[in-house]
């Protein structure tokens, strides 16, 4: 169920992944007048900045271990995983599992789960 926003229209709801400090967030919420209503990030003194900006969204923590039968469903799921395993800088190990970015497949799952519009 979206909440309504001031001029009583649906809003939508973001959850978001690999957070970081939430430039991601700000700039969907702004594109698509929704709101951050959960986040994921691993990383405290960086999931604490977001918590700061988004007081009200819940940290799910490590994105590898949360059940997502228990998570509040979402309009809009958001996330840069790590790309470092794919960069043309970086080792070029791929997505592979094990790698910083095979975390993709925890976004995949995340995906399937939810079922975002």
Known sequence: MHDL???GDSELRIG???SGYGGLDLAVEHVFNAKTVWFSELNEPVARVFSN???GAPNLGDITTIDWSRVEPVDILIGGFPCQDVSTVGKRAGLAPGTRSGLWAHMAVAI???QPE
Do not use: E, T
Request: glycine letters at 0%.
């Open 5 to 7: 926003d001031a001029s």
């Open 16 to 18: 978001s992944l690999f």
């Open 53 to 55: 900006h988004w007081p």
């Open 112 to 114: 399937d789960a939810l």
